[in-house]
């Protein structure tokens, strides 16, 4: 459909010799614009969107480009802000399929009543700051009482002429918009009155401060606004009348098209009798109108609108020779940007501990990529941010909207005439006309992220008779759990170096020297990163929180924070109990995990098995035999060098001893010397493509149970190299087998999964979970895009 569109650009309503130089221009650019500089856009998907002290929160990012899964970057990054601006913690995840989990813990000692989240790609920070992902998460956090007074609520009335100016003589809507300094709607009275004291028009609030009315300005007369907030406060707004003669532009729109009008002074120069309009979203241009209005002070048309993707629709009017006069946005919804999830629950338990169990069906040849995430539906109040409102409304408009997810709850036409308001009340990501024009490419000071981690850096001293010796460095990477790597780069004549293809957790060390010349190291200074953008502790300015938390919900939090209160203190006596009287055991897998697995391999999602004491590998030919049958889903056909190996609709890939190997490799090995096997379910970020298929790794018998050996770095200089952020993987308790038999239960989130994936060859997914001790009612929210860039959310609630 966007092909379509996208040669569908030139739609003539009128007969008009344009200045053909400047509109091949103007295409040209504007073309290049999408090709070159594409824009990213960023969800969030959160478990909740209000926290107590010491809980986590669990959230999954999602980036769009251009309608599309963005494959523009490799990596994002996440900032925490406390309430003052300061920043607590800062993350950088891979990009799997344009997505990325992550976990942030609220400190313990947490004061404020809400956290800020902003995130971005590098490729993002090309674009006005305002595009970048911003949002306030509560914190349940009751403020002790204050002896101050609140401060005085200051009401600001903007006013939005539509097409952006007030031309004298010409009928023109004006949207207006009333918020306090902290950018919260605020309910006014107004009347709209000329110089004279005389009141032309009452002015009513249509929707969280927002309304609309027309001005006919005459000659000799000035016009403002008097109004009364909510509070009592008053105030008077001027009316600026901008131009005495020009033109304007109006814009509405029905279910199949947009009906334009544009209108003229009865005097203009020359330039203004004959006008373009382009009409254009996401930098794609759909169509380009040429308008003659030699004879005619107003012209009407009617653009089709009904087969466009869902988003906001920009209009734009030049005179003949490009230079811009008004711009209107309008939001087009033909439910395009959604694919279909059949949901289901076939198992409900609302009792202590009950199991419930969820079914997704996705009939769709595309792949998908979603988020579930079940929480007690009594302390989460309405989200007012959602994967529709982010990708479709947010992230494409200056100034922030409040509660955004509104105008995606209905397609009534009363919600589609409030977001018309949203439409003409705030900014939008606009063109600099004059740049395109004089064809002028913006200036990109940070490049693209297209690969994940990398060995990079630069070799100070490389002159004179040693920039003409060919240089190598060796490398030999050391993790934190002793796993190494062993990497050769050479250096160029600059003394720049780069290795790509490095991919890890947490920090490693970094030893080097410089190969069959140690002694160089004596004179040279080596400077060595791992590629990602680079960054520092910072401070933002914030304002307070525009949110109002429930005060019911904040009630039924409180309960969970006292109840898991008394539970961190029935653990930490429980502990001090075990340290003093007996020595706690290990889980046995734990242990195998410990002494086999390491770097990406150890931990992880997935099923482990320890083979050093399992009676079953006596009846299996090899460990695909031994494996049937153990993990479900997992599919395996044939046998010998047939066999293949399937797992909801991927194939896993195959690491022996954490080396890629192949089914015949695995096969040839004998039963009876592997020790230990993970199976790891998608994704696995340990594979070089994104492990889609999820993985097996085989690890076969040490002898003894001496450590791997380290490397020998004596006499080698290192530096610590940090990689991506370690997150927690959420616990999901499972109470199949003995209910009774553990702690006290007062999860809030009952359930997160970040990676519930379909394809075409595996379209459904059973989700299991179990009810905590205390909740009765449960909220399920599914979120998630598809290969073609399409989006679904889903709510459910358990009662």
Same mark, same amino acid.
Request: positive net charge; aromatic residues 12%; hydrophobic residues 35%.
């Given at each position: 459909?966007?092909?379509?569109?996208? $040669?569908?650009?030139?739609?003539?309503?009128?007969?008009?010799?344009?200045? #053909?130089?400047?509109?091949?221009?103007?295409?040209?650019?504007?073309?290049?614009?999408?090709?070159?500089?594409?824009?990213?856009?960023?969800?969030?998907?959160?478990?909740?969107?209000?926290?107590?002290?010491?809980?986590?929160?669990?959230?999954?990012?999602?980036?769009?480009?251009?309608?599309?899964?963005?494959?523009?970057?490799?990596?994002?990054?996440?900032?925490?802000?406390?309430?003052?601006?300061?920043?607590?913690?800062?993350?950088?995840?891979?990009?799997?399929?344009?997505?990325?989990?992550?976990?942030?813990?609220?400190?313990?000692?947490?004061?404020?009543? !809400?956290?800020?989240? @902003?995130?971005?790609?590098?490729?993002?920070? =090309?674009?006005?700051?305002?595009?970048?992902?911003?949002?306030?998460?509560?914190?349940?956090?009751?403020?002790?009482?204050?002896?101050?007074?609140?401060?005085?609520?200051?009401?600001?009335?903007?006013?939005?002429?539509?097409?952006?100016?007030?031309?004298?003589?010409?009928?023109?809507?004006?949207?207006?918009?009333?918020?306090?300094?902290?950018?919260?709607?605020?309910?006014?009275?107004?009347?709209?009155?000329?110089? #004279?004291?005389?009141?032309?028009?009452?002015?009513?609030?249509?929707?969280?401060?927002?309304?609309?009315?027309?001005?006919?300005?005459?000659?000799?007369?000035?016009?403002?606004?008097?109004?009364?907030?909510?509070?009592?406060?008053?105030?008077?707004?001027?009316?600026?009348?901008?131009?005495?003669?020009?033109?304007?532009?109006?814009?509405?729109?029905?279910?199949?098209?947009?009906?334009?009008?544009?209108?003229?002074?009865?005097?203009?120069?020359?330039?203004?009798?004959?006008?373009?309009?382009?009409?254009?979203?996401?930098?794609?241009?759909?169509?380009?109108?040429?308008?003659?209005?030699?004879?005619?002070?107003?012209?009407?048309?009617?653009?089709?609108?009904?087969?466009?993707?869902?988003?906001?629709?920009?209009?734009?009017?030049?005179?003949?020779?490009?230079?811009?006069?008004?711009?209107?946005?309008?939001?087009?919804?033909?439910?395009?940007?959604?694919?279909?999830?059949?949901?289901?629950?076939?198992?409900?338990?609302?009792?202590?501990?009950?199991? =419930?169990?969820?079914?997704?069906?996705?009939?769709?040849?595309?792949?998908?990529?979603?988020?579930?995430?079940?929480?007690?539906?009594?302390?989460?109040?309405?989200?007012?941010?959602?994967? !529709?409102?982010?990708?479709?409304?947010?992230?494409?408009?200056?100034?922030?909207?409040?509660?955004?997810?509104?105008?995606?709850?209905?397609?009534?036409?009363?919600?589609?005439?409030?977001?018309?308001?949203?439409?003409?009340?705030?900014?939008?990501?606009? !063109?600099?006309?004059?740049?395109?024009?004089?064809?002028?490419?913006?200036?990109?000071?940070?490049?693209?992220?297209?690969?994940?981690?990398?060995?990079? /850096?630069?070799?100070?001293?490389?002159?004179?008779?040693?920039?003409?010796?060919?240089?190598?460095? =060796?490398?030999?990477?050391?993790?934190?759990?002793?796993?190494?790597?062993?990497?050769?780069?050479?250096?160029?004549?600059?003394?720049?170096?780069?290795?790509?293809?490095?991919?890890?957790?947490?920090?490693?060390?970094?030893?080097?020297?410089?190969?069959?010349?140690?002694?160089?190291?004596?004179?040279?200074?080596?400077?060595?990163?791992?590629?990602?953008?680079?960054?520092?502790?910072?401070?933002?300015?914030?304002?307070?929180?525009?949110?109002?938390?429930?005060?019911?919900?904040?009630?039924?939090?409180?309960?969970?924070?006292?109840?898991?209160?008394?539970? &961190?203190?029935?653990?930490?006596?429980?502990?001090?109990? %075990?340290?003093?009287?007996?020595?706690?055991?290990?889980?046995?897998?734990?242990?195998?995990?410990?002494?086999?697995?390491? /770097?990406?391999?150890?931990?992880?999602?997935? $099923?482990?098995?320890?083979?050093?004491?399992? #009676?079953?590998?006596?009846?299996?030919?090899?460990?695909?035999?031994?494996?049937?049958?153990?993990?479900?889903?997992?599919?395996?056909?044939?046998?010998?060098?047939?066999?293949?190996?399937?797992?909801?609709?991927?194939?896993?890939?195959?690491?022996?001893?954490?080396?890629?190997?192949?089914?015949?490799?695995?096969?040839?090995?004998?039963?009876?010397?592997?020790?230990?096997?993970?199976?790891?379910?998608?994704?696995?970020?340990?594979?070089? /493509?994104?492990?889609?298929?999820?993985?097996?790794?085989?690890?076969?018998?040490?002898?003894?149970?001496?450590?791997?050996?380290?490397? =020998?770095?004596?006499?080698?200089?290192?530096?610590?190299?940090?990689?991506?952020?370690?997150?927690? %993987?959420?616990?999901?308790?499972?109470?199949?087998?003995?209910?009774?038999? !553990?702690?006290?239960?007062?999860?809030?989130?009952?359930?997160?999964?970040?990676?519930?994936?379909?394809?075409?060859?595996?379209?459904?997914? @059973?989700?299991?979970?179990?009810?905590?001790?205390?909740?009765?009612?449960?909220?399920?929210?599914?979120?998630?895009?598809?290969?073609?860039?399409?989006?679904? &959310?889903?709510?459910?609630?358990?009662?």
């Amino acid at each position: 459909m966007k092909k379509k569109f996208l $040669y569908l650009c030139f739609f003539v309503l009128t007969t008009l010799l344009c200045h #053909k130089a400047s509109a091949q221009q103007i295409d040209s650019v504007m073309a290049s614009y999408q090709e070159q500089f594409p824009k990213e856009k960023i969800h969030i998907h959160f478990d909740r969107s209000i926290y107590n002290k010491s809980e986590t929160i669990w959230y999954k990012v999602y980036i769009l480009s251009g309608g599309e899964l963005s494959t523009l970057s490799k990596n994002v990054y996440v900032e925490w802000y406390d309430t003052t601006g300061k920043m607590l913690y800062q993350t950088v995840a891979p990009l799997f399929q344009s997505t990325a989990k992550g976990s942030f813990d609220v400190p313990a000692n947490y004061t404020g009543n !809400f956290l800020h989240v @902003k995130a971005y790609t590098r490729w993002m920070l =090309n674009d006005d700051s305002a595009f970048l992902y911003e949002r306030d998460l509560a914190v349940n956090n009751p403020a002790p009482a204050q002896k101050k007074m609140p401060a005085a609520m200051k009401t600001r009335l903007e006013l939005f002429p539509e097409g952006g100016t007030l031309v004298q003589g010409l009928n023109t809507r004006i949207a207006f918009k009333a918020t306090n300094q902290f950018g919260v709607p605020v309910r006014i009275k107004a009347l709209l009155q000329n110089d #004279k004291g005389k009141t032309l028009d009452t002015l009513k609030v249509k929707h969280d401060g927002m309304g609309l009315f027309s001005l006919l300005s005459h000659a000799n007369e000035s016009y403002r606004i008097s109004w009364t907030d909510e509070y009592g406060n008053k105030g008077v707004a001027p009316i600026t009348i901008e131009k005495q003669e020009g033109s304007l532009l109006s814009v509405s729109t029905t279910n199949d098209k947009a009906l334009v009008k544009v209108e003229r002074t009865a005097n203009v120069t020359d330039n203004f009798k004959q006008v373009h309009l382009l009409v254009h979203m996401n930098q794609q241009l759909f169509y380009k109108v040429a308008l003659n209005m030699m004879e005619k002070t107003l012209l009407n048309a009617q653009i089709p609108i009904d087969e466009m993707p869902t988003g906001i629709l920009q209009f734009s009017l030049f005179t003949s020779d490009w230079l811009p006069i008004a711009e209107r946005i309008v939001f087009v919804n033909n439910h395009l940007h959604e694919f279909n999830v059949k949901f289901s629950t076939p198992i409900v338990g609302l009792e202590k501990r009950a199991r =419930n169990i969820i079914e997704v069906l996705v009939n769709d040849t595309a792949f998908t990529n979603m988020s579930v995430a079940v929480t007690d539906a009594s302390v989460v109040p309405p989200d007012k941010h959602t994967i !529709f409102s982010d990708f479709l409304l947010s992230d494409d408009i200056k100034g922030k909207v409040y509660n955004p997810a509104y105008y995606f709850t209905s397609d009534a036409d009363s919600i589609t005439s409030k977001l018309d308001l949203v439409m003409m009340t705030n900014g939008w990501r606009r !063109f600099d006309w004059n740049k395109i024009k004089t064809a002028e490419m913006p200036s990109l000071k940070y490049p693209r992220e297209t690969d994940y981690l990398k060995l990079t /850096g630069k070799v100070y001293g490389v002159k004179g008779s040693l920039a003409r010796i060919p240089l190598q460095l =060796n490398f030999i990477l050391r993790g934190k759990d002793s796993s190494t790597q062993l990497i050769f780069v050479p250096v160029e004549k600059d003394g720049s170096f780069e290795q790509k293809g490095l991919f890890f957790y947490d920090t490693v060390r970094a030893f080097y020297s410089f190969n069959g010349k140690e002694k160089l190291s004596d004179v040279m200074q080596v400077q060595v990163e791992n590629g990602l953008l680079r960054q520092f502790p910072k401070s933002v300015k914030l304002g307070p929180s525009q949110m109002q938390n429930d005060s019911l919900a904040s009630l039924k939090l409180q309960y969970f924070f006292a109840e898991q209160e008394k539970l &961190r203190k029935l653990k930490a006596a429980a502990t001090l109990q %075990e340290v003093t009287v007996k020595a706690k055991v290990k889980d046995p897998l734990k242990v195998m995990d410990e002494k086999y697995a390491s /770097g990406l391999f150890s931990g992880g999602d997935g $099923y482990s098995f320890d083979l050093t004491d399992d #009676k079953s590998i006596i009846g299996a030919m090899d460990v695909l035999g031994y494996l049937q049958g153990k993990v479900a889903g997992l599919m395996i056909t044939g046998s010998g060098p047939q066999a293949s190996l399937s797992w909801r609709g991927g194939s896993p890939d195959l690491y022996l001893n954490e080396m890629r190997s192949d089914i015949s490799m695995i096969q040839s090995t004998p039963v009876t010397d592997i020790a230990y096997i993970k199976v790891f379910r998608p994704p696995f970020f340990g594979s070089a /493509g994104g492990g889609s298929g999820g993985a097996i790794a085989i690890y076969t018998k040490k002898g003894g149970d001496s450590r791997r050996s380290d490397a =020998n770095s004596r006499g080698m200089e290192s530096t610590i190299l940090g990689g991506y952020s370690r997150f927690k %993987e959420f616990y999901s308790p499972s109470y199949e087998k003995s209910p009774d038999s !553990f702690d006290p239960d007062v999860r809030t989130t009952l359930y997160w999964n970040p990676y519930v994936l379909t394809n075409k060859k595996s379209p459904r997914v @059973k989700l299991e979970f179990y009810n905590n001790d205390i909740s009765k009612k449960l909220q399920v929210v599914l979120e998630g895009v598809n290969g073609e860039g399409k989006v679904i &959310r889903i709510t459910r609630l358990l009662e």
